[in-house]
């Protein structure tokens, strides 16, 4: 935030938490593709797509084991953690949480570690974290929601140090002309670097 208004001056806030011209957020050790309003109607016409779900995200994911099923979609009632704000949690009712929605496919499977792709209908906080997790495929780099060895997070031999989760894909409505704008982002040097690793190990396995 603090780049951004030194790179635009002024832009708009649309919360108490004065996050200038943030439409939406990802985890802080997330990568990927982030939109940023500049004006008041920017900002009002992309948060509005984001509550209707029109705008399309995909994420990829790099994940310990396989899902289960490999492929699917997840529909579960998300809210924090009362005993750890950091954390979100499924709950059982839409009236203890907010409706979250994530399809998913496997795009490659390494053994003991698989690629995934993450298309979400809703963005709730650690939503893909969470979900992944519901069908036992923690992400690589994972520290919040794997499961916890003496108190402290479990060693992730992957060797990321970061949760291994990109925003690869981003398309909405222009708030002024009305086109439908996308973007793709590669996946970054730090995962691509994981997979090539994980891909050699596949191929040295005995069939």
């Not at 009002?44 to 099923?69: M, T």
């Not at 979609?73 to 929605?101: F, M, Q």
């Not at 992730?156 to 981003?170: K, T």
């Not at 409505?173 to 050699?200: A, C, F, N, Y």
Request: proline residues 7%.
């Amino acid at each position: 935030v603090n780049a951004l208004v030194y790179h635009f001056g002024q832009l708009p806030t649309k919360d108490q938490y004065h996050r200038p011209g943030l439409v939406h957020r990802i985890d802080k050790d997330t990568s990927g593709l982030l939109v940023i309003g500049k004006t008041d109607y920017a900002l009002s016409h992309l948060g509005k797509q984001f509550y209707d779900h029109s705008i399309h995200r995909r994420y990829w994911a790099l994940v310990w084991g396989e899902p289960k099923p490999k492929d699917g979609t997840i529909r579960s009632y998300l809210n924090r953690d009362p005993s750890d704000r950091r954390r979100s949690k499924c709950v059982e009712t839409e009236e203890e949480g907010k409706l979250a929605i994530s399809h998913y496919k496997t795009l490659e499977n390494f053994y003991f570690a698989s690629l995934v792709q993450c298309e979400l209908e809703t963005g709730r906080t650690h939503q893909v974290r969470i979900h992944l997790g519901e069908v036992n495929a923690p992400l690589c780099g994972e520290k919040i929601y794997d499961r916890p060895l003496n108190g402290r997070p479990k060693p992730d031999p992957s060797g990321i140090d970061r949760i291994a989760l990109h925003a690869c894909y981003l398309s909405f409505e222009h708030p002024t002309s009305g086109k439908i704008l996308s973007w793709k982002s590669s996946i970054p040097p730090d995962m691509q670097g994981v997979i090539e690793k994980l891909r050699e190990e596949k191929n040295k396995a005995p069939e």
